[in-house]
């Protein structure tokens, strides 16, 4: 495969993986470009590379950024922007971890917290705050594995992962 089809194929599957972690497919497909771009690249250069609007290519970069995994660079002499991904694999893994978290798991506690004070006054309540009590366990549990998975070090998540799937 030559070099061309291979980038083009790895930033529109990086896209589509995109999704499966929490952002749009343009905003997978624009980190997909970043990561493997030797160069910062300016929005222009992103917006003609991939064939997207400024307003799309701005709304992704802008959300990228705030996801952490890419990065606004000066160039003396320049007044343009330039954005360049985050290029280690851990902290790009972190990120999408943090991210995730935020966005699906802690609303989910927060929602759950809501329905403390629930009388178990027939069947069907004691049933719902059965249900209610499960999710809070697990997702308090899988809360607190997250938060001690992200204070580790990558050599440590590393050599544990690869003891867990020998």
């Not at 705030?66 to 660079?73: A, N």
């Not at 330039?82 to 280690?88: G, H, P």
């Not at 997702?139 to 440590?156: G, H």
């Amino acid at each position: 495969m030559e070099y061309i089809e291979a980038r083009g194929n790895f930033i529109k599957h990086w896209g589509d993986l995109g999704t499966k972690w929490g952002i749009n497919k343009t905003m997978g497909q624009i980190h997909g470009l970043l990561l493997i771009s030797s160069t910062p690249l300016c929005m222009d250069e992103v917006m003609q590379q991939l064939e997207i609007s400024r307003g799309s290519a701005c709304m992704n970069l802008k959300s990228l950024v705030e996801w952490g995994l890419v990065y606004r660079k000066c160039q003396d002499g320049c007044r343009k922007e330039f954005f360049q991904a985050e290029k280690d694999m851990f902290k790009v893994f972190r990120q999408i971890v943090i991210n995730r978290k935020r966005e699906e798991l802690e609303p989910l506690i927060q929602m759950i917290d809501q329905y403390d004070d629930i009388q178990k006054e027939c069947p069907e309540s004691s049933e719902f705050c059965n249900v209610l009590k499960d999710i809070k366990y697990f997702s308090t549990k899988a809360d607190a594995t997250l938060d001690s998975l992200l204070q580790t070090s990558p050599d440590w998540f590393i050599g544990s992962f690869l003891r867990m799937i020998r």
